[in-house]
């Protein structure tokens, strides 16, 4: 899970998403918090970190995932 809070948020306190970062137990989850960012502002605030850090959050995921289908496959093919 990526998380992204900015920490001028007035809808929701950033405090929620540290919450929820902490009692992650997947290794890929991770919090962005952005400094002085309002709620649902921070593409445009922070627009190539945006689309960097959520690019690399997605290829991992995406790594992960082709992994685990190989290893499952090999697992198949064992039984």
């Given at each position: 899970m990526l998380l992204i809070h900015g920490t001028r948020d007035d809808k929701a306190p950033y405090e929620i998403s540290e919450r929820i970062?902490?009692?992650?137990?997947?290794?890929?989850?991770?919090?962005?918090?952005?400094?002085?960012?309002?709620?649902?502002?921070?593409?445009?605030t922070h627009p190539e970190e945006y689309v960097a850090r959520t690019t690399a959050f997605l290829q991992t995921v995406d790594t992960d995932l082709a992994a685990s289908r190989v290893s499952n496959m090999g697992m198949l093919e064992s039984a």
């Amino acid at each position: 899970m990526l998380l992204i809070h900015g920490t001028r948020d007035d809808k929701a306190p950033y405090e929620i998403s540290e919450r929820i970062a902490k009692s992650q137990t997947n290794a890929d989850s991770s919090l962005w918090l952005v400094k002085d960012a309002i709620h649902e502002m921070v593409f445009r605030t922070h627009p190539e970190e945006y689309v960097a850090r959520t690019t690399a959050f997605l290829q991992t995921v995406d790594t992960d995932l082709a992994a685990s289908r190989v290893s499952n496959m090999g697992m198949l093919e064992s039984a």
